[in-house]
């Protein structure tokens, strides 16, 4: 089992900074990626930005040049998130990705439990 734990939300005014933090623990053989999803009530959740060895680093457009993605290890990952607008008020999840069988060419995903960002304007 794997567990994904996420820290850092919080409520800020439009125009300023936050940073979410994740690990992932348990029984991880390798990790295939790792990314942050938001979702806000009555919408699907949407992936926000997404690492890992096969495909480096991806954004949403809505996020582009304001948020930025690192890892310090394989099993962390970090969301930098500045010039935040109000529209980027949603509830975080952070998401692991580890192999299904032997490879990352298929996976299994695990979600943390989510930290709300509020943005005020």
């Known amino acids: 089992q794997v567990q994904v734990t996420e820290s850092g939300g919080g409520s800020v005014q439009a125009g300023g900074s936050l940073k979410l933090s994740c690990v992932a623990s348990?029984?991880?053989?390798?990790?295939?990626?790792m990314g942050w999803y938001r979702q806000v009530p009555g919408k699907d959740r949407e992936l926000v930005s997404f690492?890992?060895?096969?495909?480096?680093t991806k954004y949403a457009d809505s996020v582009k040049g304001r948020f930025t993605i690192s890892q310090d290890n394989a099993n962390s990952v970090y969301l930098q998130m500045n010039s935040l607008k109000t529209e980027d008020t949603a509830v975080y999840y952070c998401?692991?990705?580890?192999?299904?069988?032997?490879?990352?060419?298929?996976?299994?995903?695990?979600w943390g439990q989510g930290t709300q960002v509020t943005v005020s304007s």
């Open positions: 998401q692991a990705e580890v192999p299904g069988s032997i490879s990352c060419g298929t996976v299994v995903t695990y």
């Open positions: 348990g029984h991880i053989t390798k990790n295939c990626g």
């Open positions: 690492i890992s060895n096969y495909i480096g």
